[in-house]
Each structure stands twice: as structure tokens, then as C-alpha cells.
């Protein structure tokens, strides 16, 4: 109805905003005579809401001093249509920053995230709470509200989302000068000693220590499996100034990219004052060129610990990378990838057996043609449609906090043998540790055996600079068809990723194949998901449900929004390896 009558309500509102001396030269009894429309009518955005904000508080406020109960913001809704407020504090609303702002200078106060649904021209009043920091100087500002910060609203008028009233910020003792600030956290800092030379392949924990201090004067939390905190990386670069993102290292050399091995993940609490000292961890990587190179450590990567400077978390060594004579090519057991003991199965196999079955029907040659091959074992269960190379029981521990009885244990065993997946260094796999969407999508690529795209073009705007990107993981995933990210442009790499997100991904490629039904679809996935025929695809090709070579997502509800465990993704991901060795 609302199409049908659109251009009436264009015309009729045209009609009436005609001016008088149109009107007075039209006939008597007739319309006026319109001019020619040189361009297409514009469409009204008539039924947009229109989203404005008032701030109101007092004349004087004083450093430290709480304004919960004395500043409140009255948001009005001039618009036509309501507008969805943020309830839920799930960012799919409006929300509302409150800032004092003097010139160029803008400090936050706070922000609204619980806002409220409002129609169209209804008001709605909110009282912020929030204290003024001591550390604001003294001075005159401009109190400013600002209304849906993150244009998560369509708006008929964006340029009407901000008011301020001025305000004077009083010290909090009435001293000449603002007095000092004592800031009550913990400030980590770091050191490096190494020699001055390197040969390649060296690992670092042989000729290199580093020692973290605590200068604050509180706490600094560790990172164990009951918290986490502080963690270390150890990067070689050609500038000294040091950037890393927080992801996986790289293998190969990449200029500024954490070495192999080179992370620190299991700290102690430092108290005030403490130190502590320990070996340095990364290998030279075989492929680094010879040269002068800045060998740099950074505490808290991933900023988990609060601190009062943020800026002294890096340290540079420069040292010369050399060439051993002695050792022109790297051992066997050095590179990453070589440890191939589960993959060497797999792939031997595969090209007998699974050729003859799959191709076909599953149902009608298994029984036909696997006792004249394997004597009896491939017609059990699973195996008419998986490599009969791939274990279903551990027998290696390879890591401390997964022993073989783990449901994951098998899977996680068959792709760190394929190089696919990794522990850390303090040798743990932390199963229920949960992926980001960028892990996710390497492992991703390793598993289909695909070449990462260094220097690809992506489609999305802020993943330039991310290690996913600049080696190449995100565009071979993009050409792959697994990814094309979200409606407003974005990858969000370092989001986790989500159950429904990383099935999508594996079946991609699959949703489209046809494959009788396997198994019963989840209870929570109804035909309005947009994950729905996902899950059908991966219920169908058994790499997720009981049916699974390695069973996950077998419960009876899926849960489509929670995020993935590492033991999650490595048997989902275990399944799709098995199901590419057959084809």
C-alpha cells in the first residue's frame, strides 16, 4: 500500500509548496500549469526518523566530582518513523556519548548503551551517570551529547545529533594548579638482552632473555587457563618501531610479523616492584635475509592489563642476522610444516580406496567394492565416505591439557601432523579456548590446502595492515568463496567467530551440491535462518552431527551464535580434511 500511493503523496506535498504567484497565474477552476521535471522527482524520506538530542546540567562541575542525577539528555524523534532503541546493550540501536569538549580537545565522559525504542515525534529522557575524571584540567567546556555515534540509525537529518550547554570544571582544591595525579595501576615494561649477532635458525631460547618489570602500583594479572592477563611476543623487524597485531606468528619471515614460536603465553602475576626474567622464545626463521634487523619483545599485545602508561611496552635490540655455514640448510625437524606423520597416511590412501566408493552412490558401492580391497573394515560405519587413514581414537598426547581420552584429541592430532593447527609454547592446545573469525579463516585455507594471496585486494575496509590479510589468508579464502564478510563492509577479524559463521564457511562450497539427507536438522535451525541450509550441507557431507567421522555439533540444539571452541573447529574442521582426501 505504502509503494502504491508514494507518488500521490510526492505530488500532493509538491502541489502545496507551489508558490502563491504559480497559483495566481493557473486558470480558473484548474490546476497550475507545472514546469517540466529537468531531472527524476526526488523520493521523500518520509518515513525516516529523525533522531536529535538536548543536553541540560548544571553551570559547575568539579573535578571528580559524580553528575549521575544532575545532567540529563532529552532525545526527541522528529522523524515519521520509530526508531529501535539498544535495550540490550547489543549495539543494534542507537547509542549516546556524553564528552567535554574544548577546541580540538574532546574527552569522554561516557556512553549510553541501554537507550530506549522511540516513535515517531515522541521524546524519551535519560540520566547519565558517570564521574568527572581528576585528571581533566581545570577550564571551560562545551558538555556535549552525541546521538547515535555510530550511525547505526538512517536518518532523515544526520547533522542535527549533537547539542552541548557550557559548563566550568572546577578544581578539586583550590590550588593555583591542578594537582598531580596519582594513577592507581600497573605499568609493565620489558628488556631484551641478546648478543649482537645471529646466525638464521637459531632459537632464541639459547642465546636470548627477557625480563618484564611491574613499575605501577597495583597488581599486573598473569595469563593461566583461570585468567587472562600479560603475555609476550618476540618480533624482528627492519624499523624500531614496533607493531604487531595479535594473531597467529608467521612461519616464514615477514618483516614486523611474531617470530615461530615466539610468544610467551603462561605468566605469573607481577605485584609492584616485581620482575621476572625468562628465556626468550622464537626461531630466526631459515629464510630471514642476512642484514641488521631490530629484535624487539612486547609485553601485553593484547592489552588485557590496564595500565598507566601504554607506551613503554616495547623494547628493540638491533643485532645482525647472519648465515651459518655450518648449517646452510635448515634440519628436517625445524620447519613447520614438515611434521607430517598423520597426513602421510591420508593422503596414500586415499587415492586407492575412496576413488572407487564416493564417485558413484555411497549407499550401493560400499558393499560391493571394500571387501576386495581393505578386507573388512571399510564397510563399518563412517568409512563408505571418509579416508579409512584418518584415526578415530588418540594415541598420542601431544599436549598437556589434552589428553587422549579428549573427544578433540584425534582431530586436533590429524591437523598439527598436517601443519594445519598449533599448541603454544607452554604446551598446552587450550581446547575451549575460543577462535577469531581471522584464525578461523587460516586454518581454513590450510585445510583445503589453498595458497594464501599475499598482496590480494580485499573487498573490506579494516582488515588493511591485519596479519591475515598482508599474508594472504583472507583473499585466497575470498577467491575460495568462504568469505564475503558483512553488510556494511567489514571482515571484523579479530571478532570470534561464531558456530553459524564457521559451518557457512566450510559449506560454502556445498550448499548447492546434491547429497542425500544425513541425519535430523537441529531443533534451534528453522528454515528463516539464514544459516539453515549450512547446517543442512554440513549434517549432509557428515562433517558436523553424530554421523560426523568426528562427531561435533551433535546436540540437539545447534546454537548458531556462540562462539567456537578450538576443539570445535578442529574436529569441524578434521571432517572437511577427510572428506577433500576422498575426492
Avoid at 526526488?42 to 553551570?59: E, H, K, N, Q, R
Avoid at 571528580?64 to 540529563?72: A, D
Avoid at 588418540?394 to 581420552?405: E, G, K, V, Y
Wanted: proline letters at 14%.
Amino acid at each position: 500500500m505504502k509503494r502504491r500511493f508514494r507518488w500521490f503523496a510526492w505530488f500532493l506535498t509538491l502541489i502545496l509548496l507551489l508558490p502563491a504567484q504559480v497559483w495566481a497565474a493557473s486558470p480558473p477552476g484548474g490546476l497550475p500549469q507545472l514546469p517540466p521535471f529537468p531531472i527524476d522527482p526526488p523520493i521523500l524520506p518520509a518515513f525516516l526518523p529523525d533522531l536529535s538530542v538536548t543536553v541540560s546540567g548544571p553551570d559547575e562541575l568539579t573535578q571528580g566530582q559524580s553528575f549521575t542525577g544532575l545532567v540529563t539528555l532529552t532525545v526527541a524523534n522528529n522523524g515519521l518513523g520509530s526508531v529501535r532503541g539498544n535495550d540490550d546493550g547489543d549495539n543494534e540501536g542507537y547509542l549516546i556519548d556524553l564528552e567535554l569538549v574544548q577546541g580540538d580537545t574532546r574527552i569522554h565522559l561516557t556512553r549510553i548503551t541501554a537507550t530506549p525504542s522511540i516513535d515517531a515525534q515522541q521524546t524519551a529522557q535519560l540520566t547519565p551517570e558517570g564521574t568527572i575524571p581528576f585528571t581533566v584540567p581545570a577550564g571551560t567546556y562545551c558538555l556535549t551529547a552525541v546521538i547515535d555515534p555510530t550511525d547505526a540509525v538512517a536518518e532523515v537529518d544526520e547533522t542535527n545529533n549533537t547539542h552541548c550547554v557550557e559548563v566550568e570544571v572546577k578544581r578539586w582544591l583550590w590550588l593555583p594548579i591542578d594537582p598531580p595525579i596519582i594513577i592507581l595501576q600497573a605499568d609493565l615494561t620489558v628488556t631484551l638482552t641478546a648478543p649482537g649477532e645471529i646466525p638464521r635458525g637459531t632459537p632464541l631460547s639459547s642465546v636470548a632473555q627477557v625480563t618484564v618489570t611491574n613499575e605501577g602500583v597495583l597488581n599486573a594479572p598473569g595469563n593461566t587457563d583461570a585468567q587472562d592477563g600479560w603475555e609476550i611476543a618476540f618480533v624482528l623487524s627492519t624499523a624500531n618501531d614496533l607493531t604487531v597485531e595479535y594473531g597467529d606468528e608467521s612461519p616464514d619471515y615477514r618483516d614486523g610479523a611474531v617470530l615461530p614460536g615466539g610468544r610467551i603465553t603462561t605468566t605469573p602475576d607481577l605485584g609492584p616492584g616485581e620482575s621476572i626474567s625468562l628465556p626468550a622464545q622464537g626461531t630466526i626463521p631459515w629464510d630471514t635475509p642476512p642484514g641488521t634487523y631490530c629484535l624487539g619483545v612486547i609485553v601485553d599485545p593484547a592489552k588485557r592489563v590496564p595500565e598507566s602508561d601504554e607506551n613503554n611496552n616495547t623494547f628493540c635490540r638491533t643485532v645482525v642476522i647472519t648465515t651459518d655455514p655450518d648449517r646452510a640448510e635448515p634440519p628436517p625437524a625445524d620447519p613447520p610444516a614438515p611434521p607430517p606423520d598423520p597426513p602421510a597416511d591420508p593422503p596414500a590412501d586415499p587415492p586407492t580406496d575412496p576413488p572407487s566408493d564416493p564417485p558413484a552412490d555411497p549407499p550401493a558401492d560400499p558393499p560391493a567394492d571394500p571387501p576386495a580391497d581393505p578386507p573388512a573394515d571399510p564397510p563399518a560405519e563412517p568409512p563408505a565416505d571418509f579416508p579409512p587413514g584418518l584415526p578415530t581414537i588418540c594415541t598420542i598426547q601431544r599436549f598437556s591439557d589434552l589428553p587422549m581420552a579428549h573427544p578433540a584429541c584425534a582431530a586436533v592430532s590429524v591437523l598439527v601432523g598436517a601443519g594445519i593447527i598449533d599448541g603454544y609454547e607452554d604446551g598446552t592446545f587450550r581446547p575451549d579456548r575460543p577462535v577469531t573469525r581471522a584464525e578461523f579463516a587460516k586454518m581454513f585455507i590450510l585445510t583445503k590446502g589453498l595458497a594464501p594471496q599475499p598482496g590480494a585486494a580485499l573487498p573490506f575496509g579494516d582488515t588493511d595492515g591485519h596479519w591475515a590479510a598482508t599474508m594472504g589468508f583472507l583473499a585466497a579464502a575470498v577467491a575460495d568463496g568462504a568469505l564475503d564478510g558483512f553488510p556494511d563492509g567489514t571482515f571484523r577479524p579479530d571478532e570470534l567467530v561464531t558456530r553459524a559463521q564457521g559451518v557457512k564457511i566450510v559449506t560454502a562450497n556445498l550448499i548447492d551440491v546434491p547429497r542425500p539427507p544425513e541425519g535430523s536438522m537441529p531443533a534451534d535451525v528453522t528454515t528463516d535462518l539464514w544459516y539453515e541450509p549450512y547446517v543442512r550441507a554440513g549434517l549432509d557431507f557428515r562433517l558436523m552431527g553424530e554421523q560426523a567421522h568426528y562427531p561435533v555439533f551433535a546436540a540437539s540444539t545447534f546454537a548458531g551464535d556462540t562462539p567456537m571452541t578450538r576443539a570445535e573447529a578442529a574436529k569441524l574442521l578434521a571432517n572437511l580434511f577427510g572428506l577433500l582426501g576422498q575426492e
